[in-house]
């Protein structure tokens, strides 16, 4: 059991950066493969970025490829994901979420490989 919490979500416009976190607490962070969603309403849930135990292994979904990147912290238990030139097309919640192991890079951008899941955090790029 692991428990997520994200934050750094807020309002900018077209061409601007953020940087999300997700603090976890629980069981040891380094043992989880970890992945960020987003969801826009009336949208599905749609994955977005994954990355492995170490950290040495990531992968994307080609809309945010040279963009976004996602790495994380061991020592602070705690996982990013760096979000540049933002697009309207970009607002939506942003979740964390930990899987127990990486399987391959396909099963980890599907929403069911993961165990747990943070409360979300807003991004709203203004147009």
């Known amino acids: 059991q692991v428990q997520l919490v994200e934050s750094g979500g807020g309002l900018v416009q077209v061409g601007d950066s953020l940087r999300l976190s997700c603090a976890a607490s629980g069981r040891t962070f380094s043992n989880y493969a970890m992945g960020w969603f987003r969801q826009a309403p009336g949208k599905e849930r749609e994955f977005v970025a994954a990355?492995?135990?170490?950290?040495?292994?990531?992968t994307y979904t080609d809309s945010v490829k040279g963009r976004f990147t996602i790495s994380r912290d061991n020592g602070k238990n705690t996982l990013y994901l760096q979000m540049n030139s933002l697009k309207p097309e970009d607002t939506a919640i942003y979740y964390c979420?930990?899987?127990?192991?990486?399987?391959?890079?396909?099963?980890?951008?599907?929403?069911?490989?993961?165990?747990?899941w943070g409360q979300g955090t807003q991004v709203t790029v203004s147009s």
């Open positions: 990355v492995n135990l170490s950290g040495s292994r990531t």
């Open positions: 979420a930990a899987a127990l192991v990486w399987s391959t890079t396909l099963l980890m951008s599907r929403s069911t490989s993961y165990n747990s």
